[in-house]
């Protein structure tokens, strides 16, 4: 067949290219855990990683290797890796990456639960160095000797805040740091692989991925370009072969096998199939957002409205060149005297609820829950106001949205 350039002709046509039986369109279900050799050497050479077949469902299945595949040619990367959630994957990586008396750089501005999540790394002896990704000297002043990752979002939740991946790939290559991107904001369809210099994609796909609310899951691309031969922490017992597989080895191994996040097959279905129309959703959700961050900014109970989109923000021009669009996520603050809980009490359509990336448009305020837990000091260090609102924008027809919104604003 001849190879198909279009994110939507690849991702529509991704299963049944990788040929399911009778003709299926549609990967089959693998239900089994385990899976049985009649000859005891092929199954040897499954441990031995001298066959791609199957052995234990916790490391790999025919399900799981599909959902792989498609992934690792959507990012253009080097191999995939997926697991049960957005968190299990971006925490494996970290855990089997890292070791203890090394400093990891993060971005200011991540997410609350991998904020969190830091503080366990450095539970375990990990030293953590939280920087300003859209500041290349802030990041390069916080660089040590024994700086080993680099790890950043690209459009931070909920100020929206855009990382210069271009820029940060160039400095940790420099300076041989792996370099991981948390893209779950803009997957590929947004933030094309040539726009972007990351080792390592980590990805949630129950958001934009997935779309439909019904799956939890998570990926990490190994993109194939950092020379493993210079990476420290590679097990002896990895290091076989061609370097190129080193890592994604051992984070298949420490990860998947002995700390066992693994995605299931049930899982894996229901997000291939949100995934076929995701860049129609993006499309959708993005140009929603644009419109709403347009009406919101022009409100006169609006003090300000945070979107990558507006021209008044900060690396509004970055995110243009990075982009191919700005997101579907913005914030707003609504000027002093509007309670924000009543403000989101009064919407109709749109959903009071956490999570993001979703077909339905969903409303949060940000300070008492999603970022409560780290306290009011540290959320004005990442711009969060105490009124702030966030909304993931979804792909309902833009002028019911925007009534809806108009009518809780009166
Ligand atoms: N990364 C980012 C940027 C997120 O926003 C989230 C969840 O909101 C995650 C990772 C975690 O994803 P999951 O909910 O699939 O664990």
């Given at each position: 067949?001849?190879?198909?350039?279009?994110?939507?002709?690849?991702?529509?046509?991704?299963?049944?290219?990788?040929?399911?039986?009778?003709?299926?369109?549609?990967?089959?279900?693998?239900?089994?855990?385990?899976?049985?050799?009649?000859?005891?050497?092929?199954?040897?050479?499954?441990?031995?990683?001298?066959?791609?077949?199957?052995?234990?469902?916790?490391?790999?299945?025919?399900?799981?290797?599909?959902?792989?595949?498609?992934?690792?040619?959507?990012?253009?990367?080097?191999?995939?890796?997926?697991?049960?959630?957005?968190?299990?994957?971006l925490?494996?990586?970290?855990?089997?990456?890292?070791?203890?008396?090394?400093?990891l750089?993060m971005s200011r501005f991540v997410f609350g639960n991998t904020n969190s999540f830091a503080?366990?790394?450095?539970?375990?002896?990990?030293?953590v160095?939280f920087v300003?990704v859209?500041?290349?000297?802030?990041?390069?002043?916080?660089?040590?000797?024994?700086?080993?990752?680099?790890f950043t979002e690209t459009?931070a939740n909920?100020?929206?805040q855009?990382a210069?991946?271009?820029?940060?790939?160039?400095?940790?290559?420099?300076?041989?740091?792996?370099?991981v991107?948390d893209?779950t904001m803009?997957?590929?369809?947004?933030?094309?692989?040539?726009?972007?210099?990351?080792?390592?994609?980590?990805?949630?796909?129950?958001?934009?991925?997935?779309?439909?609310?019904?799956?939890?899951?998570?990926?990490?691309?190994?993109?194939?370009?950092?020379?493993?031969?210079?990476?420290?922490?590679?097990?002896?017992?990895?290091?076989?072969?061609?370097?190129?597989?080193?890592?994604?080895?051992?984070?298949?191994?420490?990860?998947?096998?002995?700390?066992?996040?693994?995605?299931?097959?049930?899982?894996?279905?229901?997000?291939?199939?949100?995934?076929?129309?995701?860049?129609?959703?993006?499309?959708?959700?993005?140009?929603?957002?644009?419109?709403?961050?347009?009406?919101?900014?022009?409100?006169?109970?609006?003090?300000?409205?945070?979107?990558?989109?507006?021209?008044?923000?900060?690396?509004?021009?970055?995110?243009?060149?990075?982009?191919?669009?700005?997101?579907?996520?913005?914030?707003?603050?609504?000027?002093?005297?509007?309670?924000?809980?009543?403000?989101?009490?009064?919407?109709?359509?749109?959903?009071?609820?956490?999570?993001?990336?979703?077909?339905?448009?969903?409303?949060?305020?940000?300070?008492?829950?999603?970022y409560?837990?780290m306290?009011?000091?540290r959320?004005?260090?990442m711009?969060?106001?105490?009124?702030?609102?966030?909304?993931?924008?979804?792909?309902?027809?833009?002028?019911?949205?925007?009534?809806?919104?108009?009518?809780?604003?009166?």
């Amino acid at each position: 067949m001849r190879k198909v350039k279009g994110f939507t002709s690849k991702l529509v046509h991704a299963e049944r290219k990788q040929q399911p039986e009778y003709g299926a369109i549609h990967q089959p279900i693998h239900q089994s855990v385990l899976f049985a050799y009649s000859n005891a050497q092929d199954l040897v050479d499954v441990f031995q990683g001298k066959s791609s077949q199957h052995a234990y469902a916790r490391q790999s299945s025919p399900s799981i290797s599909c959902l792989q595949n498609t992934i690792t040619d959507l990012e253009q990367g080097h191999a995939c890796l997926v697991f049960s959630s957005g968190m299990a994957a971006l925490t494996t990586l970290m855990l089997t990456m890292l070791k203890q008396g090394d400093h990891l750089l993060m971005s200011r501005f991540v997410f609350g639960n991998t904020n969190s999540f830091a503080q366990t790394l450095e539970n375990y002896g990990i030293e953590v160095s939280f920087v300003d990704v859209t500041n290349i000297e802030d990041v390069a002043r916080n660089i040590k000797p024994n700086s080993r990752m680099l790890f950043t979002e690209t459009i931070a939740n909920p100020v929206t805040q855009v990382a210069d991946v271009k820029g940060l790939g160039k400095l940790t290559k420099a300076r041989n740091i792996v370099f991981v991107v948390d893209n779950t904001m803009t997957p590929a369809y947004l933030l094309q692989p040539q726009n972007h210099q990351a080792d390592f994609i980590v990805t949630s796909l129950t958001k934009y991925f997935g779309g439909h609310a019904n799956a939890l899951g998570g990926a990490i691309v190994d993109m194939g370009r950092f020379d493993w031969q210079k990476f420290e922490n590679i097990n002896d017992a990895y290091k076989k072969g061609d370097a190129i597989n080193w890592a994604i080895t051992q984070i298949k191994k420490k990860g998947l096998r002995d700390m066992g996040a693994c995605l299931s097959s049930d899982s894996m279905h229901l997000l291939s199939v949100g995934s076929e129309t995701m860049a129609l959703r993006l499309d959708r959700s993005c140009a929603n957002a644009l419109q709403l961050a347009n009406f919101l900014d022009s409100h006169p109970k609006i003090e300000k409205v945070y979107y990558p989109g507006l021209p008044n923000h900060p690396q509004h021009t970055l995110a243009k060149r990075l982009f191919r669009h700005n997101g579907a996520i913005l914030s707003f603050s609504p000027k002093e005297g509007i309670d924000p809980l009543r403000l989101i009490n009064k919407l109709e359509l749109i959903l009071c609820s956490t999570h993001l990336g979703d077909n339905r448009t969903l409303a949060i305020p940000v300070a008492p829950t999603i970022y409560h837990e780290m306290g009011e000091a540290r959320r004005k260090s990442m711009g969060i106001s105490e009124n702030m609102i966030r909304l993931s924008v979804g792909i309902e027809d833009c002028e019911d949205l925007i009534a809806d919104l108009e009518a809780a604003l009166l």
